[in-house]
């Protein structure tokens, strides 16, 4: 992508309204536009982001063995109505009338709309497992909606929905996204530490927030300082082996680790000083298990190998790709700006033409602009004439892995820079190292 073709409204001034840096960061990046309270617009560079980040959700889901659908926004205030949600929501559910005069709502979660999808269709246990997931826009209108996409009132969210014969396959199935959460926020570069979460009504101990250690987060939490070192399950982790899976569940909730609501004092003090994290946290994934909870009212059930009936038992699993991006931003910057993990980098090259006009600047710019993209890079080239200053400002504000710095001086002796974003690292190196440096065979 040529920057003088691309549109990314960078805002020289920090701007007013946002308190925290994500936000400021993501404004002055022109990643997003706010268009009312706790509502944005994702601009080019932000969409990106986006995208990549719900990539590799769905890879992790996939890999899980949940199957991606895709639900409405708006949904009929009757599905609400038999759950009994209808009235218990509150004031942060959207509700609007078609020209019918029809209640309905903008979903702020889809358990009802999935749970009637599935009582349509399934009748015996030798359909399930079953695990439905979608990524859908929600509102909710929150009482304080604040920090940017942080806590926004129309966010994008991951949610999946398990259903099972009984507890025991419920269980496993719960697994199954515990061990996939790790995986997914690990490839987003994050540590996200699971936190035994309120089960209220529900019971038992199946309810886990994924929190993210940050000054900024809006809670506060307990931890052993042991997750920082544990081994993340690989690729080959295999997702029908409840056993596997069983002892990586065990392995990541054996240490101490608890959000404000479910600290308990007693425990935290039997560990040692120096082993104990309290920090602030920001909540990025949920899982939750609720049994029967939907099933049962809305009369989702199967028949057992028993030949019974049997209503399903559920759980329900949220991740918040937007919250995600303002998260990831908490953990990764520096003073310049923004530091993206490779992973979710919008580009994975700023290609920098110091002196756009200048013959030899031009031509090896275009021609390395040609051969990196050729091989499946994705570069921004900063063609503009701003000055080099300006251009430095701005490559370090969107915050890309890899900068590639072409210069008159160096091109003249036969050379470019390569910059790494992360580590401020710059190496000069002859001009037709540079496309091996990124991989691509000479
Ligand atoms: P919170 O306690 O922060 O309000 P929640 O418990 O209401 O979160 P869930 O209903 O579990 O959140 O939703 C699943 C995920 O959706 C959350 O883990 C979070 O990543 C994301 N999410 C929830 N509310 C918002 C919001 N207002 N803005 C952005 N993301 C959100
Ligand atoms: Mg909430």
Redesign the pocket.
């Known amino acids: 992508m040529r920057l003088s073709r691309y549109f990314l409204p960078i805002l020289k001034e920090n701007p007013r309204e946002a308190e925290i840096v994500s936000h400021r960061l993501m404004l002055r990046a022109g990643m997003i536009r706010q268009q009312a309270a706790g509502s944005f617009s994702w601009l080019p560079l932000g969409k990106l982001v986006l995208d990549k980040i719900c990539r590799i959700i769905r890879e992790e889901q996939n890999r899980a063995g949940a199957l991606e659908i895709l639900m409405p926004t708006i949904q009929s205030a009757d599905l609400w109505r038999e759950s009994g949600r209808y009235d218990d929501y509150g004031d942060e559910m959207l509700r609007i009338k078609d020209r019918n005069k029809r209640d309905m709502l903008f979903g702020p ?1 889809n358990e009802e709309m999935v749970t009637e999808i599935f009582r349509s269709y399934v009748r015996t246990y030798k359909d399930l497992p079953l695990n439905l997931y979608h990524i859908q826009w929600k509102f ?1 209108d ?1 009482r304080r ?1 604040r920090f940017g ?5 129309e ?1 994008l ?1 991951k ?1 999946a929905y398990s259903f099972d014969l009984d507890f025991e396959g419920a269980k496993a199935a719960y697994n199954r996204m515990f061990v996939s959460y790790l995986r997914t926020f690990t490839r987003l570069g994050l540590k996200a530490i699971p936190m035994r979460a309120d089960t209220g009504p529900i019971g038992g101990d199946l309810s886990h ?1 994924f929190i993210i250690l940050a000054d900024t987060g ?1 809670s506060q939490v307990y931890c052993h300082r042991d997750f920082l070192e544990l081994p993340v399950p690989g690729e080959d982790t295999d997702f029908t082996n409840d056993g596997e899976i069983g002892g990586i569940v065990k392995q990541w909730t054996t240490p101490y680790a608890a959000t404000d609501e479910m600290h308990d004092e007693a425990a935290w003090d039997a560990i040692g000083e120096g082993e104990r994290l309290s920090a602030r946290g920001i ?4 899982i939750f298990h609720f049994g029967e909870k939907y099933s049962k009212p809305m009369g989702a059930k199967v028949t057992g190998p028993d030949g019974k009936d049997h209503f399903v038992s559920m759980g329900s699993y ?3 790709p ?3 991006i303002a998260a990831i931003i908490e953990a990764s910057h520096d003073e310049a700006g923004i530091i993206w993990p490779e992973s979710v980098a919008p580009f994975d090259i700023g290609l920098i033409n110091m002196k756009v006009g200048d013959a030899e600047c031009d031509r090896v710019s275009e021609e390395l602009y040609a051969a990196l993209t050729a091989a499946g890079k994705d570069v921004l080239y900063d063609d503009t004439d701003q000055r080099p200053g300006g251009k430095f400002a701005t490559a370090d504000l969107i915050g890309l892995p890899w900068q590639l710095i072409v210069g008159p001086r160096g091109v003249a002796a036969g050379e470019v820079e390569i910059k790494n974003r992360r580590t401020g690292e710059r190496e000069t190196l002859p001009i037709a190292e540079a496309t091996k440096r990124f991989g691509i065979a000479g």
């Not at 996409?149 to 009132?153: D, L, P, T």
């Not at 909540?283 to 949920?286: N, R």
């Open positions: 979660t909710r929150e909606p996409v942080m806590r926004s009132r966010f969210m949610d927030e809006e909540e990025v994934g949920h949220g991740i918040g937007s919250r995600l």
